[in-house]
């Protein structure tokens, strides 16, 4: 036992004192472990919520893109019917207009008086051509664009549109802009007449309906015979003049080709030079009088009506558009058809942008000048290349400012054109909330990223003690047992409470080890009465053949003191061989099982050499294959409760959020039910309006036809009342007659008797009279005076009924003129009702619809709801079996950790 001990001092075993040496490495693994557990609490809270931030940014984005998409498409298509019904407005106006009995009047009138004029004013009229000349140059001054020989170019050549120039513009006392408040010029020609009788009515009709101009053009020779406005293309030919190439001169081209009263043809908007080369527009219908075209009328369109309606008369932020949002008009050749939001509200901005985009220079001083956004600059984007083929959408990308927009876009039909409609807003105002709630989040992750921190070094801490207290045990126990020190005392249990199975193990252990060694000893001893070891397995079956390997050589030491010289030398190899042996088996004892058992033959103690190698060598296996097995077990488990603890953090996410979404599908379907209830009473409304709206028309359109009834009799009244008049005036010669042939009483008596049967029903009175005369010859002179006091008396009389029934006349037709103009706006209404009817019943529908499939999606929601908590039961189940496995994998790790199986570099 002593050389043993001496062996093992030799061969470099710990002092007593060498546990104190490893404190630093002790404190080393505490940092390691505390540090290592730690992170991965900080990482195992930190990528669920990177993962839930990550999730619910996407999640309010796409909600965004979608409550934006669904604001702007209704915006469009509000908007879209809007222009629509006001065109198709305009196209009903003109076609009742243009055949209505006023209007036809009209034509013939002012054409009949236009070929009149240098006739019957031509030569007595002097006009001043110089101040003709500058009003040519005022407008050649302040048409942006017009080059210096346009002014010879608009100069009327023609003495009839001189003249006509000269009246009602040069020389009309009204401003710029104002002339149309002129109703006749002072000059006696049929031509002001007729204007003075049709252009109040016109005018009105303009201003009721706010269109910038109304054009009567005569078709022979294409003369603009009448304009309310008077600008310079007052008068001119829209065949041969010089505005016959303009939008004006095409769409009176196409309305003099036209083969029905009833068609309308609409020249799109483009720079007009009479109107400072604004943008104008025009709509022509042919005027037809008893089947032969008799001339065009002509409307320019408004373009402030259009502006007022895209720019929700510049209401933007009530109707849902924001700081950036705005709805406008592409024609067919990418121009605005209305304002810019941004020209409208910041200029500078405007057209500052207009010169970064490299817009040429010429057009934004164009549009600068006439403060206009329409017809100028194009605007090629995405969503107006597509609306102009006819395809509609919703998408984000660059706006005619160069500026990233959520877009919906479409097609408008306007009176045979296809414009492109686009409802817009900025990305960066549609996504807002989105970047409110990242900055949130991002403070939010902040905090929570400290707390974690924190949270994850006390609970590394608390979870790290006891096990480096283990370690450090282990550690103790294990360099006590390699100096050969096996009875110590074991592990506090209070402090490893929760590594119980794990002390156990390890006192078993060492139990067993200081049972071996001591058997060990005992044997080596030479105690040979060691019967009753409680050992198993190969240290049971080492320690049978070990003892029997002890009896052997005692019975060789017995005979040994008999042998030679030569046996002693055997003896003192095989105590060699013997002490080999212990060695290895010494190491073995405190866990190395590095050492090789080199004592080989075919005698006992090369045998027991063997055996014992073999022993080494299964063990060592043994404890390999269990080892790997064991880590292999472990880092399987890890993956698995990580994925567990993964799969539980977005199982239960998920959950919320399904329940947060079934709560607001919830109140989704209770909101859908109230839509569609709202939208069945304005359904009902809206048709109730229609049905009242058609009755008042048909109550107007019976009205009219009583008025003419009226017309027609007050006119035969006045005709007989006009013929009495003259027939009383006859009344009068015949009175004059009988004063100067007074003594021919018989022969005026008879006279007068023929005089009141010529005068019919009227003359019945002095008929009577005449009988009187020509029985009562003696009081003839008497009876003459008194006749022609009578006779004076009547002709008053039906003076002032002739002057009471031009009066009246005179109201009737202007009753019958609003009547008309009453059926005209009782139309529009119609058509408008109708319009409105279908709109809300096609609402209702999508109500109802809208209403069944959240319904639909509750239903869902409900069974999603139920799998989701089903789910999250199991996999939490799974995660406490899977933390069982992981507690015995490491217990069993440890265990085989003791031993070392592979030589220390």
Known sequence: MRESNEFAIQKGDPSPGASNTDASETGGLRLNIRVKLAVILLISGLIPLGALTYSLNQKI????????????????????????????????????????YMVVDAMKEFKKSFLKVEKEIGEEYSFQKKDLISRYEYQLQNTPGASSQSLDKWLPSKKVSQILQSLYITENPNLIGKKHFLNQAPDSSSYSKTHSKFHPIIRDFLERFGYYDIFLVEPETGHIVYTVFKEVDFSTSLLTGPYAETGLGRAFKAALNAKSSNAVFFDDFEPYEPSYNAPAAFIASPI?????????????APIDKINEVMTSRRQWGKVGLGKSGEVYLVGPDYKMRNNSRLLIEQPETYFKTLKELDIDPTIIKKSKDLN??????????QGSKAAIKGYSGFNTFLDYRGIPVLSSYGTVSILGLNWAILAEVNEEEALETQNQFKHWILVFIGVLAIILIISAYFIARWFSKPLVVLVRRAQEIAQNIA???LKQNLMDSETLNDLGVLQTAFSEMQIRLQKFIESTERILGGDTGVENIQLEGEFKRSLDKML?????????????????????????????????????????????????????????????????????????NSIRTISDTSSKLTHSVQEIDKEIKDQATVSSEQASSISEIFATAEKLVVSSAQMAE??????????????????GMNAMASLKSKI????????????????LGRKSNEIGKVMNLINSIADQTKLIAFNAAIEAASAGAAGKRFAVVAGEI???????????????????????????????????????????????????????????????????????????????????????LKEINKGSKQTSSAINRTSTETKKIFEMSEKLKAQVDNFTIEKRS
Request: aromatic share 2%; net charge negative.
């Open 288 to 300: 037809y009088d008893k089947g032969v075209k008799a001339g065009v009328l002509i409307l320019q």
């Open 372 to 381: 206009t956004s329409i017809g100028f600059h194009s605007i090629k984007t």
């Open 774 to 860: 020509r029985h009562l010859a003696d009081n003839v002179m008497e009876s003459t005076s008194e006749i022609q006091s009578k006779t004076e008396e009547i002709q008053k009389a039906i003076n002032r009924l002739v002057m009471a029934s031009e009066n009246g006349s005179t109201q009737i037709k202007e009753g019958g003129h609003l009547a008309e103009e009453t059926i005209i706006k009782l139309e529009t209404l119609v058509q408008n009702a109708k319009s409105t009817a279908e709109a809300v019943e096609i609402i209702s529908h999508s109500t109802i619809q809208q209403k069944e499939d959240t319904d639909h999606v509750v239903s869902a």
């Open 548 to 620: 029997n390997q002890v009896k052997e050589k005692k019975e060789a030491e017995h005979t040994a003191e008999e042998m030679s010289s030569n046996e002693k030398a055997a003896t003192n190899d095989l105590r060699r061989k013997v002490d080999s042996m212990l060695v290895a088996i010494d190491a073995a004892a405190s866990g190395n099982l590095t050492h090789n058992v080199t004592v080989t033959g075919k005698d006992s103690i090369g045998r027991m050499g063997e055996s014992l190698s073999t022993l080494f060598n299964e063990l060592i």
């Open 483 to 485: 100096r050969g020190d």
């Open 678 to 695: 709202r939208a069945n009473s304005v359904s009902e409304i809206s048709g109730n309006t229609l049905n009242e709206s058609e009755s």
């Open 708 to 723: 003419d009834d009226i017309t027609k009799d007050n006119q035969s009244t006045l005709r007989e009342i006009v013929a």
């Open 61 to 100: 984005k796409a909600e965004l893109l979608d409550i934006n998409k669904n604001r702007l498409v209704a915006l469009r298509e509000e908007k879209k019917l809007q222009i629509e019904s006001y065109f198709k407005q305009i196209e009903n106006q003109i076609i009742t207009f243009s055949n209505d």
